[in-house]
């Protein structure tokens, strides 16, 4: 059985600029195993998915304690990497972080996601308290003796339309990707970014690999792969995909 330190040395270098990775995101233990054995490198969960679920808001809506035990099993179901859709780390004090951040590394997972907006509350974190917030996980992530995958998500993109995504906003987020790769970030996820340059510039001006989200007017993933994307991630689609179907079944057979 592969360690967890060998299973995030796998997942870091599974993100190569040019080559993505692509993230199915899943939700618990079956939707896994489908995804992995249509062929996945890596698994990844999505906190909205989860959250739908099971029965809660997204938006830190699962408690901690089911979010933990949902992962570990996940984990446990998978001989593949796992990461976790970790949203804002479920506190704004940077000692719980840190030792959420433990919880989950106990489950086996070798990666997060790790985002920016305040959780609850309105914006996004000030780009100083976020470094540092960044600097609390990769800090826990080292005195538990496990390298893993923090994607530092940044949400300035998502909280405005497209047509809003001016080169001022472009600017900020470039910034906070040099930051966060500063503070020990391993990946730079921008979902709601959409148009084709703007995904290039970042791609080009940001030291760590790129992470986007697809939706229905992000580029096709052939289209990302030339333009220096090094991971694509599905987010809520897949849940919304299986639950349409189900539906769709169910009216079938019920109606």
């Not at 570990?72 to 972080?97: H, K, N, W």
Request: glycine share 10%; with cysteine; net charge negative.
């Amino acid at each position: 059985m592969i360690s967890q330190n060998d299973s995030a040395r796998q997942f870091f270098e599974l993100h190569q600029p040019g080559n993505p990775v692509v993230i199915f995101n899943i939700w618990d233990p079956g939707s896994a195993k489908v995804v992995a054995d249509a062929g996945a490198k890596a698994i990844g969960t999505g906190s909205f998915s989860v959250a739908s679920a099971f029965g809660f808001p997204d938006g830190e809506g699962v408690p901690l304690e089911l979010v933990i035990d949902n992962i570990a099993r996940i984990v446990a179901a998978s001989d593949l990497p796992v990461t976790l859709d970790f949203e804002g780390g479920y506190d704004p004090s940077i000692e719980l972080l840190g030792q959420n951040m433990v919880r989950v590394l106990e489950t086996g997972a070798v990666g997060i996601n790790f985002e920016d907006q305040i959780v609850g509350g309105e914006g996004l974190y000030d780009l100083a308290v976020q470094v540092e917030r960044i600097r609390a996980v990769r800090a826990a992530c080292t005195a538990f003796g496990v390298d893993a995958f923090i994607n530092a998500r940044t949400d300035c993109f998502l909280q405005s339309a497209p047509e809003d995504h001016s080169s001022a906003l472009m600017d900020q987020a470039i910034e906070r990707g040099h930051a966060y790769a500063e503070a020990g970030a391993s990946g730079f996820f921008v979902p709601g970014l959409v148009d084709p340059s703007a995904i290039e510039r970042v791609c080009a001006q940001c030291a760590l690999p790129v992470n986007v989200m697809m939706s229905k007017t992000t580029p096709n993933p052939l289209s990302l792969r030339d333009i220096g994307v090094a991971r694509i991630s599905y987010g809520p689609g897949p849940w919304r995909e299986a639950m349409a179907h189900l539906s769709t079944a169910a009216k079938q057979a019920l109606g």
